[in-house]
T-cell receptor, first 110, second 111 residues
Framework: DAGITQSPRHKVTETGTPVTLRCHQT?????MYWYRQDPGHGLRLIHY???????DKGEVSDGYSVSRSKTEDFLLTLESATSSQTSVYFC?????????FGPGTRLTVL | KNEVEQSPQNLTAQEGEFITINCSYS?????LHWLQQHPGGGIVSLFM???GKKKHGRLIATINIQEKHSSLHITASHPRDSAVYIC?????????????FGTGTRLTIIP
């Protein structure tokens, strides 16, 4: 599993509240990714990082920000959660030409 | 824009049947990934291939670069193969890699 953990695993929050999801890896991989998974859509890239303090937007980045102050942690923040951000969020790392995924975080915005 | 399409979306088969899941993509890629997602959500990488064919146990993945098409085959299917199978095309751009995912094929194997 490439030592990837996500926290929290489940969260219910209210519209307008800030939410931060954490992805932690233990193997010093350079590339990290945040995806969201919704019914009827494939996994969609939100943001990715190619090193400490180096991040870039994916295809569905609106309403999300990220930070990577340490190699091992990649944080995804919803500044003001909306119901459209109810989803399952997966973190991934890239290693040996493959991507390895964390266990996912199920976020519900009421 | 790279698009990835999978077929069928849903597949139900009897235990022991030979299974084929197809994946088509629209642009040149550096590799094609096949992933498996079980109920409960964890995503596991099955194969990464850029040409030809790979085999792991009862699973076989093939890719035809010219036709922009890949297939995942399962021989002697078993109920534990029931899962969602996802293909993803990988494109490298200035050292960064990005995956574009299909919407998945939900496979159900009936005992």
């Amino acid at each position: 599993d490439a030592g990837i953990t996500q926290s929290p695993r489940h969260k219910v929050t209210e519209t307008g509240t800030p939410v931060t999801l954490r992805c932690h890896q233990t193997e010093n991989h350079r590339y990290m990714y945040w995806y969201r998974q919704d019914p009827g859509h494939g996994l969609r890239l939100i943001h990715y990082s190619y090193g400490v303090k180096d991040t870039d937007k994916g295809e569905v980045s609106d309403g999300y920000s990220v930070s990577r102050s340490k190699t091992e942690d990649f944080l995804l923040t919803l500044e003001s959660a909306t119901s459209s951000q109810t989803s399952v969020y997966f973190c991934a790392i890239s290693a040996h030409n493959e991507q390895f995924f964390g266990p996912g975080t199920r976020l519900t915005v009421l | 824009k790279n698009e990835v399409e999978q077929s069928p979306q849903n597949l139900t088969a009897q235990e022991g049947e030979f299974i084929t899941i197809n994946c088509s993509y629209s642009v040149g890629i550096s590799a094609l990934h096949w992933l498996q997602q079980h109920p409960g959500g964890g995503i596991v990488s099955l194969f990464m291939l850029s040409s030809g064919k790979k085999k792991h146990g009862r699973l076989i993945a093939t890719i035809n670069i010219q036709e922009k098409h890949s297939s995942l085959h399962i021989t002697a299917s078993h109920p534990r193969d029931s899962a969602v199978y996802i293909c993803a095309s990988r494109v490298r751009n200035f050292g960064n890699e990005k995956l574009t995912f299909g919407t998945g094929t939900r496979l159900t194997i009936i005992p």
